[in-house]
């Protein structure tokens, strides 16, 4: 039996950060405006060059977040840095044009489980008010992205269908959305169904351009970003130390640690345009800042490039 002696992987991989929204929502203590501050500055130190830096939701829903407007505000500055923004209706669209964002994410749920959970409406019924968002977008030359929670499995329902999801796609497809991000917002995924999933969405959506947005709640987010990237993908959203969670899935844990893909992919020559060396001390003093890490295994380890100094001497023997 022959075997092929390498992977299908690309050159380089495009990635964004999402500790700003994903990672700071999660957050039950109340993180100063000022911090959250800190932290994206220091990010934007390290070659990061998109994030998505808050969600335009009702303080009510994510109090964590009510300060999106003034977050937005003070990050004018960072001119280096593609910033979008969490939407979940028109009112929140607006905050967010008004603070200045120039691309929104829209918000749906593969399941409708997970929909009612997340957003208290049905997915269909969540895609039907798009329509004024988008509309709205087109005017004012704001482009938007669209995304798929739970896109592989959804903790009510267990695993989502791949009719389930070309249905949503081609929603998305016929309201001119030309990107959409793939969720693993629980971490049910696993590689062998990334792969199979992803190629299949690709073959029949060509000129989608996908983002896996990946959790590591059982450990496979970076063998499940892999498995992605044999498939050709290239954009990933991924979080600082690991922070995160979804705050309407049980269970549900941070995303995938930048820190960890990063390195991930600089041990395998792919190609990022960030230093991992800056990154590694950004998530010290991040999870300085917050007060804890979500998981991260350059906190615990370092990278493979940091070696110890070897025994000055050995047991004799005998």
Same mark, same amino acid.
């Given at each position: 039996?022959?075997? *092929?002696?390498?992977?299908?992987?690309?050159?380089?991989?495009?990635?964004?950060?999402?500790?700003?929204?994903?990672?700071?929502?999660?957050?039950?203590?109340?993180?100063?405006?000022?911090?959250?501050?800190?932290?994206?500055?220091?990010?934007?130190?390290?070659? =990061?060059? *998109?994030?998505? =830096?808050?969600?335009?939701?009702?303080?009510?829903?994510?109090?964590?977040?009510?300060?999106?407007?003034?977050?937005?505000?003070?990050?004018?500055?960072?001119?280096?840095?593609?910033?979008?923004?969490?939407?979940?209706?028109?009112?929140?669209?607006?905050?967010?044009?008004?603070?200045?964002?120039?691309?929104?994410?829209?918000?749906?749920?593969?399941?409708?489980?997970?929909?009612?959970?997340?957003?208290?409406?049905?997915?269909?019924?969540?895609?039907?008010?798009?329509?004024?968002?988008?509309?709205?977008?087109?005017?004012?030359?704001?482009?938007?992205?669209?995304?798929?929670?739970?896109?592989?499995?959804?903790?009510?329902?267990?695993?989502?269908? =791949?009719?389930?999801?070309?249905?949503?796609?081609?929603?998305?497809?016929?309201?001119?959305?030309?990107?959409?991000?793939?969720?693993?917002?629980?971490?049910?995924?696993?590689?062998?169904?990334?792969?199979?999933?992803?190629?299949?969405?690709?073959?029949?959506?060509?000129?989608?351009?996908?983002?896996?947005?990946?959790?590591?709640?059982?450990?496979?987010?970076?063998?499940?970003?892999?498995?992605?990237?044999?498939?050709?993908?290239?954009?990933?959203?991924?979080? =600082?130390?690991?922070?995160?969670?979804?705050?309407?899935?049980?269970?549900?844990?941070?995303?995938?640690?930048?820190?960890?893909?990063?390195?991930?992919?600089?041990?395998?020559?792919?190609?990022?345009?960030?230093?991992?060396?800056?990154?590694?001390?950004?998530?010290?003093?991040?999870?300085?800042?917050?007060?804890?890490?979500?998981?991260?295994?350059?906190?615990?380890?370092?990278?493979?490039?940091?070696?110890?100094?070897?025994?000055?001497?050995?047991?004799?023997?005998?």
């Amino acid at each position: 039996m022959n075997f *092929s002696t390498d992977l299908k992987l690309p050159s380089k991989v495009i990635i964004c950060e999402v500790a700003p929204r994903d990672g700071f929502q999660a957050e039950k203590e109340w993180i100063p405006t000022e911090n959250k501050l800190a932290i994206i500055k220091k990010l934007a130190t390290t070659g =990061i060059s *998109s994030m998505e =830096i808050t969600s335009f939701v009702h303080p009510k829903a994510i109090p964590q977040l009510k300060d999106a407007e003034e977050v937005v505000r003070q990050s004018q500055e960072l001119t280096g840095i593609k910033f979008r923004a969490l939407v979940p209706n028109v009112r929140g669209a607006e905050r967010a044009i008004d603070s200045g964002i120039k691309k929104l994410k829209l918000m749906l749920s593969a399941s409708d489980s997970h929909s009612l959970s997340n957003a208290n409406c049905l997915t269909k019924e969540a895609m039907n008010g798009f329509a004024p968002i988008i509309e709205l977008a087109k005017k004012q030359a704001v482009k938007v992205g669209g995304s798929i929670s739970v896109a592989f499995g959804c903790p009510f329902e267990g695993k989502v269908s =791949i009719d389930r999801l070309n249905y949503i796609i081609e929603r998305y497809i016929n309201y001119g959305i030309e990107e959409i991000s793939l969720a693993d917002s629980t971490g049910m995924a696993n590689p062998r169904q990334v792969y199979h999933t992803v190629g299949e969405l690709r073959n029949r959506f060509p000129d989608m351009t996908f983002t896996m947005h990946l959790h590591n709640t059982r450990g496979m987010a970076i063998s499940n970003a892999v498995s992605a990237m044999q498939q050709g993908i290239i954009h990933f959203d991924s979080s =600082i130390t690991g922070l995160g969670g979804c705050p309407y899935a049980p269970g549900a844990t941070g995303n995938v640690p930048t820190e960890d893909l990063v390195h991930t992919l600089a041990e395998m020559g792919i190609e990022t345009g960030i230093n991992l060396e800056s990154l590694v001390n950004v998530a010290k003093e991040v999870s300085h800042i917050i007060g804890h890490d979500g998981g991260s295994y350059m906190l615990q380890a370092g990278p493979c490039s940091q070696l110890h100094a070897a025994p000055k001497s050995q047991l004799k023997l005998g």
